[in-house]
């Protein structure tokens, strides 16, 4: 860890966490259709992982997105404005929070789908090896879409072909309302992908943004140099709700203690970089504020420029659903 090292994470967890705070407003304001997924809690994850990565290395998302889209580099206000469903957005406004793409940086999008990322992050990865290149793909996951079939069965098959894939394991804690305790037999996913053979697997805590970003850096390293894959699982807690507008779910009928939560507030991930890097004399207070008012400006001018950008045409609605192309019905 350097200063450059350390101000670039931190800088990159202030601003996805300013950003969250922001989309949470102004859903509750009615200006953001559809649902969101906040990433508030988890950003040591994505500031870790992508703070390795390269612009041509790419990355598989999830519906808890947003934080894995600005730490790979994507514009807050094209970001922004796809939530806000206009025609500046990434998308043209189509998509909204779940379906956000940018393939000059090498974000195939946020995914609706569990796990929809993974097996596109495994197949950039096979055309990495077919074509010698030394690119990687990452696959965000969370651990109750890690139950599904096509985690592992891309795992095989990554472990087996040596391909240049890091899945990344996002072990909130929850599967949309229900505990993680209650979906999987085992919550170890680093010794179920240990099992396969080929597969570097480690655990890590997912709220120490330096352990995310020593373990990114080790599996980086090992898919550039031919190696194989990687599994990284990060324990960690979401603070907000599954989806914003599940406060429904209180009281009695809660899946979840308040207790909990100010426990792992308590581990707030941004906090805790702040006492290490002052400690470590990486940057000072007056750092950490002035990294702190300048993501809230950016946060700021991305909601204007969204608010501000027109609606796509109702004509969009038909545009990229079928090819232009003519096709020979005897070819």
């Keep these: 860890m350097n200063r450059e090292l350390a101000a670039n994470l931190y800088q990159t967890m202030v601003r996805i966490r300013a950003f969250e705070e922001a989309v949470g407003k102004w859903f509750y304001r009615g200006k953001i259709p559809g649902f969101v997924h906040l990433y508030i809690g988890e950003e040591a994850i994505a500031a870790g992982v992508c703070s390795m990565l390269r612009q041509d290395d790419c990355i598989g998302s999830t519906h808890r997105g947003h934080g894995h889209v600005v730490a790979k580099g994507a514009d807050t206000k094209r970001i922004m404005a796809e939530l806000f469903g206009r025609a500046t957005g990434y998308c043209k406004g189509r ?60 795992m095989n098959l990554a472990g087996l072909w040596k391909l240049p894939v890091i899945y990344v394991i996002e072990d909130n804690g929850f599967g949309e309302y229900t505990p993680a305790k209650e979906l999987s037999s085992s919550l170890d996913f680093a010794a179920r992908a240990a099992a396969w053979g080929g597969v570097e697997a480690t655990l890590v805590d997912g709220n120490d943004v330096a352990g995310v ?49 100010d426990r792992w507030k308590e581990r707030d991930p941004i906090a805790r970089f702040e006492r290490q890097a002052l400690d470590a004399g ?19 001018a991305a909601v204007s ?24 019905d005897h070819a």
């Design 282 to 300: 990486w940057f000072s207070q007056e750092d950490m504020e002035t990294i702190r008012v300048e993501a809230e400006a950016e946060v700021e």
């Design 95 to 154: 998509g909204g929070s779940m379906h956000v793409a940018d393939f000059s940086l090498g974000i195939l999008g946020t995914n609706g789908v569990l796990a929809g990322g993974v097996a596109m992050a495994t197949g950039i990865g096979l055309g990495s090896k077919l074509t010698g290149s030394d690119r990687v793909a990452v696959a965000f996951v969370g651990d109750a879409a890690a139950n599904q079939g096509v985690v592992w069965e891309s």
């Design 213 to 261: 970003q020593a373990a990114a850096e080790a599996a980086v390293r090992r898919a550039r140099a031919g190696e194989g894959p990687s599994l990284i699982n990060c324990r960690t807690y979401r603070w907000k709700a599954h989806n914003e507008g599940e406060e429904a779910v209180i009281g009695e009928w809660s899946y979840r203690s308040k207790e909990e939560l």
């Design 305 to 328: 420029f969204a608010m501000e950008s027109p609606m796509p045409s109702p004509d969009e609605a038909f545009r990229s659903v079928f090819s232009e192309e003519k096709v020979d």
